[in-house]
């Protein structure tokens, strides 16, 4: 199950990242930013939703606590950064703060703060990241 989330979370998050490039490159992220984050969050809720009620699993409050922050956080990160290319920040600016920044931070911590080693996936998910930063970045 873990798996298939992380799996999930990953295609999605880099189609989201995507789809606000193509909103930005289209000139219309002013009219269309919120629709495509309600649409975009509420297709990926959704989604979770089936498979854990498919999987008959169940929640904890704390669990839903921190997925519902986890969730406010990427929608308010979202809407800064279409916000932040709407008011005139060059992409290859905005896009690898916006995800560079976070990769490294969240990398730095799991390191930092809980020790976590880095093999041969993590490396592999990190370079990902930052060759998606590059490719998101390029005019």
């Not at 920040?89 to 020790?115: C, D, Q, S």
Request: with cysteine; hydrophobic share 55%; proline share 2%.
């Amino acid at each position: 199950m873990w798996y298939r989330m992380m799996t999930i979370a990953f295609v999605t998050n880099g189609l989201g990242i995507f789809g606000t490039r193509v909103l930005v490159g289209w000139n219309v992220a002013d009219k269309y930013k919120f629709q495509y984050l309600v649409f975009w969050y509420g297709a990926g809720f959704i989604l979770a939703l089936l498979l854990l009620l498919r999987d008959g699993v169940t929640l904890t409050s704390r669990e839903a606590l921190i997925a519902g922050l986890m969730g406010t956080a990427s929608v308010g990160g979202q809407l800064c950064l279409l916000t932040a290319l709407e008011k005139g920040i060059p992409g290859h600016v905005a896009f690898p703060i916006a995800n560079g920044g976070g990769l490294f931070l969240v990398a730095l911590v799991g390191i930092v703060f809980f020790a976590e080693r880095v093999h041969l996936y993590g490396i592999i998910g990190i370079g990902l990241g930052i060759a998606a930063t590059v490719l998101l970045s390029l005019p």
